[in-house]
């Protein structure tokens, strides 16, 4: 019961970050 609501938070917490970053991923120095 903790266990999921912490599953949840975590979840809800880190999904923007993660969706930021595969949307729009850090630019590569080694490409210029």
Known sequence: ???MAILA???A???PYVEAQ?????PSP???
């Open 1 to 3: 019961m903790g266990v």
């Open 30 to 32: 080694t490409s210029d």
């Open 22 to 26: 595969a949307s729009a991923p850090a």
């Open 9 to 11: 938070l975590f979840f």
């Open 13 to 15: 917490i880190v999904s």
